[in-house]
């Protein structure tokens, strides 16, 4: 039997149109007669409605209207051969492979009809005799020639995927009546399914009715049952599938469906992550799991759509395990390489764990990464800092501190040195600006939470499993609640733990911060050697070491061309100027402190230049976005 998830659409709504639709038409002939007798000036047309109750509409179903449809445009196929009109011919073949997608969607199932297989063959033997009769080819006018020479290149393409089914019509054919009958038998074994489920909700709902007398034989029995709504059961359906069953191409087929759909209306973006998260479950290389992995990390960024709002943090955190999962892969198979400057190659994932080449997938997982630490600075920002919440946010500062260190480690390994640059600036800038005190409590916070306390706060953060509600904008609307079971089969590919879990700190943050900007001052571009430039000035000023400052930025020489810098970068540099300052004034170096704040209070405008709010006079009124700009940058300045 079929599952549903492997075919597009849902026909239960069409199916429940229709007998609304019935429902309506008998309770209006009722009603029109009535009032017909009730109303003398409607008398004389007395006769007219009682014709209109003979000729009563006859509903028919979805997919006895769509069996209509493909067996009308066979008939216009065949009186196109009749007047060997080949254009007519290829329009009715791309109409009638549209109408197959509609009855493949409207019978659940991907068995292909016979009408079609039958129509395939038909076009197969009539091509290869008017390829033979030479003849009549050059006899043809251009656009017939044209569309004939177009309709063998289709046809050829097209039949590769019906090869069996060719062959097995070929050998055994069968007429039009046996083939609509045998169709209808087929599309009976399939709809009863469907009745199955439609007969359950019918009970469930007879069963809510007398709910108020059961009540108390309930609560004595164990509780109340909540009662699963149509998705819950469509997913649960879909999940229990047998992953013996489900092929590659069939891993494939769905994933392409997925990543097509992104984007249309009515497509919910925590379903699209349960869905590809489902088919990790099922993938049947290493490779094409790491493929489902990079699908299902971009959907969870997908989750939130706004730039304003930060994504949801338990979403965020399953993003994060997702990542690792993507790593402990990479590690496990060291042929395996991410890389996005290739060109995705659609068999490059089908080869398996015994492949001793390189397999090439398509990803970037520093830009992955490099998303993460948006997010997570972006709801520092959002998160008043007044508040428990964002205390708890902070304690996820390790989390992404043992992911960076996992990437940082993987391009290392791959010898992409500039992108290791990148990520170790990333990690820089976690901690340039902690002291001494902070950082060690952050030490023994990561050598304190061990990995199952990391485990249980991401199966909290099972949002794409449906435990959380979230609105169109991505804004959470409830709390998690805990996942006791996982839908759907275990994992056909087994990944296991190989990368940390829990990040590595020396004792002290200076011997953190030599290695990691050693690193960037090597192999990094301009940018990130003079961003880590600055956060290492302020790192050693906070550490009251001045003379070590002083010299880093003499000998850099950022302050000749910091004002062609972005404008990030600019507000860093300042910084590292007023920490700079108050170390030379902290160390009773009064001139030096005065040397290095004149230029920030000289145009009055030091917290505009610190990024700490927009300083305005008097008498000024703000506009609202004045406002919420302070608040935004106030926010930032405490990071």
Not at 226 to 251: A, C, G, N, Y
Not at 319 to 334: E, G, K, R
Not at 387 to 399: A, G, Q, V
Not at 545 to 564: E, K, T, W, Y
Request: with cysteine; aromatic share 6%; hydrophobic share 35%.
């Amino acid at each position: 039997m079929a599952s549903r998830f492997w075919t597009q659409g849902d026909s239960e709504s069409e199916e429940e149109e229709s007998e609304i639709e019935e429902e309506e038409n008998d309770g209006g002939g009722e009603t029109g007669a009535v009032a017909v007798g009730s109303n003398k000036y409607l008398q004389k047309n007395a006769s007219d409605s009682e014709d209109s109750d003979d000729q009563r509409r006859v509903v028919r179903s979805a997919k006895d209207k769509r069996f209509e449809e493909m067996s009308l445009t066979v008939d216009q196929m065949k009186n196109a051969m009749k007047i060997n009109d080949w254009v007519s011919l290829q329009e009715s073949f791309d109409k009638l492979n549209k109408q197959l997608e509609k009855v493949i969607r409207v019978m659940e199932s991907d068995q292909v009809p016979r009408l079609y297989i039958k129509a395939l063959v038909m076009l197969e033997d009539f091509l290869a005799q008017a390829l033979a009769n030479k003849e009549a080819k050059k006899k043809m006018s251009s656009s017939n020639a044209k569309a004939l020479n177009s309709m063998k290149q289709k046809l050829k393409k097209n039949n590769k995927q019906y090869e069996a089914e060719i062959e097995k019509y070929r050998a055994s054919p069968v007429s039009e009546d046996d083939a609509g009958k045998s169709d209808d038998d087929e599309d009976d074994d399939l709809e009863s399914e469907v009745d199955v489920e439609e007969d359950r909700a019918s009970l469930a709902t007879e069963s809510d009715d007398d709910e108020d007398e059961e009540g108390n034989q309930e609560d004595e029995e164990g509780g109340w049952e909540k009662k699963k709504s149509k998705r819950d059961k469509l997913m649960d359906k879909q999940f229990m599938r047998d992953p013996s069953e489900i092929t590659w191409e069939m891993v494939d087929k769905k994933l392409k469906e997925i990543i097509a759909a992104r984007g249309r209306k009515g497509t919910g973006r925590l379903e699209r992550v349960e869905l590809l998260t489902y088919l990790t479950r099922v993938a049947k290389t290493p490779a094409q799991k790491l493929e489902v992995l990079v699908n299902v990390v971009s959907a969870q960024f997908d989750v939130n759509p706004s730039l304003s709002t930060h994504m949801p943090i338990p979403v965020w955190k399953k993003c994060v395990h997702n990542i690792l999962v993507m790593l402990d892969i990479l590690a496990q198979y060291p042929n395996i390489v991410m890389d996005d400057s290739v060109e995705h190659d659609e068999k490059e994932t089908q080869k398996g764990a015994d492949y001793q080449g390189t397999i090439r997938v398509w990803g970037n997982i520093v830009a992955f990464l490099e998303r993460i630490d948006n997010e997570l600075f972006k709801s520092l920002q959002c998160i008043d800092p007044h508040t428990k919440e964002y205390i708890e946010r902070l304690r996820d500062e390790p989390l992404f501190m043992v992911l960076a260190q996992n990437v940082q480690d993987y391009v290392e390994r791959v010898q992409d040195l500039k992108a290791a640059a990148k990520v170790a600036l990333k990690r820089v800038e976690l901690i340039y600006y902690k002291p001494q005190e902070v950082y060690e409590a952050m030490r023994k916070l990561a050598e304190t939470q061990t990995r199952t306390d990391v485990a249980s706060d991401i199966d909290l953060a099972a949002a794409e499993n449906g435990d959380m509600d979230v609105d169109e904008d991505g804004k959470v609307i409830a709390e998690p609640k805990i996942t006791e079971e996982i839908r759907g089969p275990p994992a056909f590919i087994v990944t296991t733990e190989i990368v940390p879990r829990r990040p590595t700190f020396p004792e002290h943050s200076r011997s953190l911060m030599d290695s990691l900007v050693s690193l960037i001052y090597k192999h990094g571009d301009e940018r990130t050697k003079a961003r880590a430039m600055l956060c290492d000035i302020y790192h050693h000023a906070i550490l009251d070491q001045f003379s070590m400052a002083r010299d880093l930025l003499l000998m850099s020489h950022l302050q000749d061309g910091v004002q062609h810098m972005d404008i990030s970068t600019q507000i860093l540099f300042n910084r590292a100027m007023a920490q700079l300052g108050l170390c030379a004034f902290r160390a009773s170096l009064i001139s030096e402190a005065h040397g290095c704040l004149s230029d920030l209070y000289a145009g009055g405008r030091v917290k505009e230049l610190l990024a700490q709010g927009v300083q305005q006079s008097r008498y000024h009124e703000k506009t609202p976005e004045q406002v919420s700009l302070k608040t935004i940058i106030s926010s930032s300045s405490g990071i």
